[in-house]
């Protein structure tokens, strides 16, 4: 085990190491460029664009409304990495990683754009008659039959990783913090999230998309509003905070309290690492939601699906990560769900500790259900629709065994699989970027044309 261990921590250095940062960041500005940083001029029509897509139209394809396709993509990326991914990211690197997490959110908002523009695009009808896509499938069909083996690689690697950051690494996570803050025991919250988990998943797609719908917005507004709550309590410091992110981002940092000091590619590194890990830009596993919304446009689901990785990282992500600054709590040593747990509880002391509990428990419970469907899928394409209900009762079971396990191996497996997802991903979406290109300026050409008529 101890060899097995080793061998994959020296995977993990060479696949999060410089290629893999500049290659999501590289491949994320060259989409933004060559869409003349569309994503960002055009946030504005994107939430236009999810408001209209709580319904979908008449003659519409699909399976779930274009707002629930998000809201499934969200209930995946908001989860732990919000939480404890923020947090790790700044005990590692310093308040500088916040920098390098935005600059991860505002390329890869063009990324998401273009994943979910090929997943529409190039989606298909499974035998049970539901559209299915993502990057195997827009591997398969946007490139042709001499890239099939990197769809399958894909899948391969999609599959097994769900079974750790998508299951047992959350449902760990949620029984931690549950015994902290409110003593209940592992295998009970283990058990109990197993049956909810089971209930959710057997109804399909539709079911997993009503309950994120309905949890994923409530739960983000309950902890977004707790966390200005601690921001105006600190309102006087905020201003020194973004100095201070700012200038970490670029310059090193002492050692001060239980911090250790960190370098500037410590920053950087730890930065865009976690920045992937919470926003999943680049990843590929959201288009595999954005595949079954109701809707005959690539480009409007694309401008949807970018508003996933604003909301996620420029907006949740954010309010952690100052949250933490402004209460001085990142020099206290702590790190992961502790240290947000620290920041919360100074500025609302009793409850910032039940919050974040609270919050972390729903993030990864919604977390759980998103990446059923993005390695439910996986496995489909691999091995077809009969896999789907053997795959559904192994991961209903893994719920209970991730809650009472020790996950150090499985944090670090599922950390190595997640950056192997990316690569097939990314490679995919810089050969298919044309199609991107040219499916964008057709439409708003088209938007433009019709605005004139009117």
Not at 165 to 174: A, E, L, Y
Request: charge should be positive; aromatic fraction near 10%.
């Amino acid at each position: 085990m101890e060899a097995l261990t080793n061998f994959i921590s020296a995977v993990n250095g060479v696949v999060w190491g410089v290629p893999m940062l500049v290659m999501i960041l590289g491949v994320g500005l060259y989409l933004s460029l060559g869409l003349k940083l569309m994503p960002i001029l055009k946030l504005g029509t994107g939430f236009k664009l999810l408001w209209a897509g709580r319904s979908a139209g008449a003659k519409s394809e699909g399976e779930i409304t274009p707002f629930n396709a998000l809201m499934t993509s969200l209930s995946a990326t908001i989860g732990t990495g919000n939480i404890a991914g923020v947090a790790t990211a700044i005990f590692l690197g310093g308040p500088g990683a916040l920098f390098w997490m935005w600059c991860t959110a505002l390329v890869g908002m063009a990324t998401k754009f273009a994943e979910a523009v090929c997943a529409v695009k190039y989606r298909e009808k499974d035998a049970n008659g539901n559209f299915v896509g993502g990057p195997m499938y827009y591997i398969k069909n946007g490139l042709g039959r001499k890239w099939a083996w990197l769809g399958t690689a894909f899948a391969i690697f999609g599959s097994i990783a769900g079974f750790g950051i998508g299951n047992t690494v959350q449902s760990n996570s949620v029984s931690a913090a549950l015994s902290s803050s409110f003593g209940i025991p592992p295998l009970a919250s283990g058990l109990v999230m197993m049956v909810l988990v089971g209930l959710v998943l057997m109804g399909g797609v539709k079911r997993i998309a009503d309950v994120a719908g309905k949890l994923v917005p409530l739960m983000a507004i309950f902890y977004i509003g707790a966390g200005c709550v601690v921001l105006f309590m600190n309102a006087s410091e905020i201003p020194a905070a973004f100095a201070l992110i700012f200038e970490s981002a670029f310059t090193p940092v002492a050692a001060e309290g239980g911090f250790a000091g960190a370098a500037v590619w410590a920053a950087i590194r730890f930065g865009v690492a976690r920045g992937v890990f919470s926003n999943e830009a680049g990843l590929g596993s959201a288009p595999i939601a954005h595949a079954a919304a109701q809707t005959n446009d690539p480009v409007q689901q694309g401008l949807i699906a970018m508003l996933g990785t604003f909301i996620d990282t420029l907006i949740v992500c954010t309010i952690t990560g100052l949250a933490i600054i402004v209460t001085g709590a990142w020099t206290s040593g702590d790190t992961g769900a502790a240290l947000t747990s620290a920041a919360f509880a100074s500025a609302l002391p009793g409850m910032g500790n039940y919050i974040v509990a609270i919050a972390l428990s729903v993030f990864a419970f919604t977390t759980i259900l998103g990446w059923s469907f993005y390695s439910e899928k996986c496995v489909q394409y691999l091995f077809g629709v009969k896999a789907i209900v053997p795959f559904r009762i192994l991961w209903i079971i893994a719920v209970p065994i991730g809650a009472t396990s020790s996950l150090s191996f499985v944090w670090l497996l599922a950390d190595t699989l997640n950056a192997m997802m990316a690569l097939p991903n990314l490679i995919a979406l810089a050969l298919l970027s044309p199609v991107v290109f040219k499916l964008t300026k057709e439409y708003f050409a088209k938007q433009s044309e019709t605005a004139k008529e009117s």
